[in-house]
Nanobody, 121 residues
Framework: QEQLMESGGGSVQPGGSLRLSCAAH????????MGWYRQAPGKQRELVAF?????????TDSVKGRFTVARDNAENTVTVSLEMNILKFEDTAVYHC?????????????WGQGTQVTVSS
C-alpha cells in the first residue's frame, strides 16, 4: 500500500485547536474519498470525517460542529486537512489519513502512518 504524507498533531489543552494535513501524490490515481480515522488505546478504530471529490463531507457525531475537513486538488496532488477545534480529552487518539480511489490497475486504498493527538491539562 502507498503511504500518505501526514503532518500536524501534537499536544494541546482542552478547548484548544490543532490542524492535521495529509497529501496523496500520483498522476495516475483518481482519488474519490479522503479522510481521517482515529484509534484511541483500548478502543475500536473510528471514522472521524471524510470528504468526497464532489465536496460532500461527513462527520462522526462526536466531532460535528468542532472539526472541519477540507480538500485541495492540485496537479497530481490531493491534500486533505482536518481542522480540530474545541478539543476534548476524548479526542486523544492516533489519527490516520486515508484515501480511496481508482487507478488503471484497479481500486486503490492508501493510508498514513498515523499522527498522535493528545488532549491533556
Amino acid at each position: 500500500q502507498e503511504q500518505l504524507m501526514e503532518s500536524g498533531g501534537g499536544s494541546v489543552q482542552p478547548g484548544g485547536s490543532l490542524r492535521l494535513s495529509c497529501a496523496a501524490h500520483g498522476s495516475m490515481v483518481r482519488i474519490y474519498v479522503m479522510g481521517w480515522y482515529r484509534q484511541a488505546p483500548g478502543k475500536q478504530r473510528e471514522l472521524v470525517a471524510f470528504i468526497t471529490s464532489g465536496g460532500t463531507t461527513n462527520y462522526t457525531d462526536s466531532v460535528k460542529g468542532r472539526f472541519t475537513v477540507a480538500r485541495d486538488n492540485a496537479e497530481n496532488t490531493v491534500t486533505v486537512s482536518l481542522e480540530m477545534n474545541i478539543l476534548k480529552f476524548e479526542d486523544t487518539a492516533v489519527y490516520h489519513c486515508f484515501a480511496h480511489g481508482v487507478a488503471p490497475w484497479g481500486v486503490v486504498d492508501y493510508w498514513g502512518q498515523g499522527t498522535q493527538v493528545t488532549v491533556s491539562s
